[in-house]
């Protein structure tokens, strides 16, 4: 699955595939399974749902790489909007929202995606709850804990994020894992780089024991561990060392994302363990999709079968 897993995070930066994909007949009925609509009423409407279950969401308006201040001003009226009507449907205790940096601009000017995310955490905490950043790339990184250390300075409580597939990430973890701190684990959904060696573990195991290690090392420490991942054995595992811990419920919670194993973000919720979705939303969701794809690359057949019947 390794290398089917490579061409689709190629594919994921492929301007002629994109086109092909989103302009497919069928694409958004496909698309509708992984997220939760274009507009922040579909946004608003998901967490309804979810909530009406004992389930809580994060959400994240789709969208990266802006290319241009416009676009990343764009993305902070979005998120703006999206508060504002969380707020209005009494939402803001169940719901906060993910943030990624690239959408604000941080490739082209890093002082200035600070500014828009600020903004974002200042409008967050007014309506009461919360903000995460997503992490992106791996050459990203630096650059995001840059700005989460900032963005902390005045709202403790921003969430980072940690991929179990970059090596530096035990590093990170314990750096991370202080009192107050929320932490999402992940597994990681980009394109390691060419010459991954010393940057990125290379096979699927590596990153599984390197997300229990990093795993322990948030459990260990104060901070609030918030565990992102689908994989059955994982959680199983994750439950053993949460008790192993001591670790309360309500002082970690899981995270899944938006239309995955739906029946077992259920079961956890209704064994008392705080579960929160990752709610995608808005119209630039093929970038997504392909990471989503290449992380059950066995979903793809599902993905492509469904497009030729409806096209």
Known sequence: MEPLRSLILAAAGNDTIRRLVTTAPGARSVVARFVAGETVDDAVAAVAALAADGRHATLDHLGENAGDPASAESAVSAYLGLLDALRAGALTGRAEVSVKLSALGLRADEPAALDRAARICAAAHQHGTGVTIDMEEHDTVDATLRVVRELRRTWPSVGAVLQSYLRRTEADAAALAVE??????????????????????????????????????????????????????????????????GRREGTYEYQLLFGVRPDEQRRL???????????????????????????????????????????
């Open 180 to 245: 107050g701190s929320r932490v999402r684990l992940c597994k990681g959904a980009y394109a390691a780089p060419p010459t991954s060696s010393g940057t990125a573990f290379a096979t699927a195991s590596e990153v599984d024991l390197s997300y229990v290690r990093c795993a322990n090392i948030l459990l260990a420490g104060g901070g609030y561990p918030m565990f992102a991942t689908h994989d059955p054995r994982l959680i199983e595992v994750l439950g053993e060392r949460v008790r192993w811990y």
């Open 269 to 311: 919720a209704a064994e008392g363990e705080t579960v929160r979705v990752y709610v995608p939303f808005g119209e630039q969701w093929y970038g997504y999709l392909m990471r989503r794809l290449a992380e059950r690359p066995a979903n793809t057949a599902f993905f492509l079968r469904a497009l030729a019947s409806r096209s």
